[in-house]
């Protein structure tokens, strides 16, 4: 895809949601993708990208698995070929799916859940390659289902933020080492894989949300809503909104603006379906200061043993 490609004003659609009754939740997920304009062709190969990170607590870190249910039967009921996978922070995606009940939710659909691989270099602007798991680069598109959450280095962790988990493995930590805190390095690789991916459209998580602090160790913050956009940009430009944030406090959102990315600038967007207004997240607390992007050498060391104990444990 490519994250300038877009027309405006660009679609974000939002519902109303107050629990993850599985029913209501099928009957979201086909109005708000359609509503988009994000149902893809029969026949098309389909990547269902969750937040995967971390079983830690409670399943409040991960896409909840009705979520990934429901976009699953959507994009089954469309003719499309589905796969679920993610690059989780911690332990393989099987295994986080199995703890927080997603390999449940999808047992009678005849899916399982992978962990995306094969390292392809991708080449920033500024030279950086990274290691894009060709699992993702080669379907005809991606479902990208992130789960709205506080992020202690990001502010606020949404679909953009979500994409980053198409890098594979011990990747991602390594690019917080290299490139974390220099300019808008981190941003930068950010937006940019998200940039080199098949078309996606994303699909947010906001019904019960992580405030406080994140991505793992935050509160639970009733949210009750949904939202889906063709562009993960506009999708997070229109939740940083809602939030009451501003640029200057989002580090991806500045960066999004300085490009002058469609759907970056809260102008350039629509809403076919529910209005921002419609919600009150005044509850939800961002993170008030924000810790160093970068991973010095002993969290490294710290972050890989835990990976390793999560992939045996």
């Known amino acids: ?23 209501d939740l099928r009957e979201h997920a086909a109005g708000l993708l359609q509503a988009v304009g994000g149902i893809p062709r029969p026949g098309s190969r389909v990547l269902v ?16 698995p009705l979520v990934v249910r429901a976009v699953c039967l959507v994009l089954l009921d469309a003719g499309c070929g589905v796969t679920v996978a993610d690059s ?39 030279g950086a390659r990274v290691g894009v798991s060709r699992d993702a680069l080669e379907q005809d598109c991606i479902l990208n289902l992130p ?6 280095q990001m502010r606020i962790s949404g679909s ?31 937006l940019e894989v998200a940039d080199h991916l098949p078309p996606t459209t994303s699909l947010l998580d906001g019904i ?5 602090t994140g991505p793992i160790c935050g509160e639970p913050c009733a949210t009750e809503f949904l939202a889906a956009s063709v562009s993960p940009v506009a999708l997070d430009t229109a939740v940083y909104s809602m939030l009451g944030l501003a ?20 102008a350039d967007l629509t809403y076919p379906l529910a209005s921002p207004n419609e919600f009150d997240l005044s509850m939800f607390q961002a993170p008030a200061d924000l810790k160093p992007q970068t991973f010095n050498p002993l969290r490294l060391a710290h972050g890989a043993c835990r990976r390793v104990l999560a992939r045996i444990g």
């Open 1 to 23: 895809m490519s994250l300038g490609a877009f027309s405006t004003p660009v679609p974000v659609a939002m519902a109303r949601a107050a629990g993850y009754a599985e029913e």
């Open 49 to 64: 990208k969750p937040n995967l990170l971390s079983a830690d607590n409670e399943g409040l870190v991960c896409t909840h």
């Open 88 to 126: 989780p922070g911690f332990g393989t995606a099987s295994r986080v799916a199995r703890k927080i009940g997603l390999e449940t939710a999808l047992a009678d659909l005849d899916l399982t859940v992978t962990t995306l691989a094969r390292p392809t270099p991708v080449t920033t602007s500024f």
């Open 147 to 152: 789960r709205l959450k506080a992020h202690k």
């Open 160 to 190: 953009v933020k979500n994409l980053f988990g198409t890098v594979v493995g011990m990747r991602k930590p390594l690019l917080h080492h290299l490139h974390g805190d220099k300019g808008v390095r981190f941003e930068s690789v950010l």
């Open 208 to 212: 019960v949300s992580m405030h406080v």
């Open 247 to 266: 640029a200057g406090d989002v580090p991806l959102w500045n960066e999004a603006l300085r490009r002058h990315l469609p759907g970056s600038d809260a």
